[in-house]
Structure formats: structure tokens, C-alpha cells
């Protein structure tokens, strides 16, 4: 039996099987039939987020911020560039503060924004303040590579 990687859909929250042998640029949702990588990062509420948190087989870099953040507005591109550049090794999604206070307090988000990068569902590292993107995809490449 080949292995398989379960992939959260960004689109749909679906949890799709995926061959590990497949190109995973090539891959669509089961569920809503789009891609499964798209190059941008998913916008998740709660139910989504804890979704992509438990489901995914592939690390998770969050973006927690919130739209009244200067900083994090001048982010948000740069998180996109770099959703374009760590997909499909990594699902970069952004969870709004202001709109998931639960979660944003559960996850000890303190400064905004603040990234945190999951794998396995548990927290391997995090950051606060803005980035550009080169910045952001060395430092989620150089943890991914420590906590390996």
C-alpha cells in the first residue's frame, strides 16, 4: 500500500488522502474539486483552524493578526510571497484575532503578528513582529530544520 499524506483543503476544510508519490501542485479537493495548493494562504475561523491543526500531515505556519494592526497589514503580502514559495511543503494560514479571541488566547498570542509554526498539531516555534518574506521562509525552513 503507498504511504499517503492527509492534506487539509484551504478552501473546504475537506481532509483529502493524498499518495505521497503524487505532486502535491497537482492535487484537488476530493470534496470542492479545487487545488489543494494554490500558492496563498488560507483565511480559517476556528473550526477550520483546529482542522488544519489536527488533519494536516504537512507543518502549518499561522499567521495570527488582526485588520486595526499596521504591521500586520504590511505582512500580509509578504505572507502571501511566501505561502507561493513554502507551499506544498508547508500550509501557511491566517487566523484573525479579533475574530478567534479563543483560539489567539489558547495559542498565548501576546504581540500581533505573531507567527507560529505547528507540526503535528503542536507548536515548534514562534515569532512576533512583521517580516518581509525571504525573512519569513528562511525562518520557517531553519525551524522546520531544528526540530527535525
Known sequence: MAQVRQIVCPHCAAINRVPAGKEARQARCGACHRALFDGHPAATDGAQFDKHRRANDIPVLVDV???????CRS????????????EPDVRLVKLNADEEPRIASELGVA?????LLLRGGREVARISGAMSARQIVSWARSQLAAAA
Not at 111 to 115: D, N
Open 111 to 115: 504581540a500581533l503578528p505573531t507567527m
Open 65 to 71: 493578526w488582526a485588520a486595526w494592526c499596521g504591521p
Open 75 to 86: 505582512m500580509a503580502p509578504m505572507f502571501e510571497q511566501a505561502a507561493a514559495e513554502l
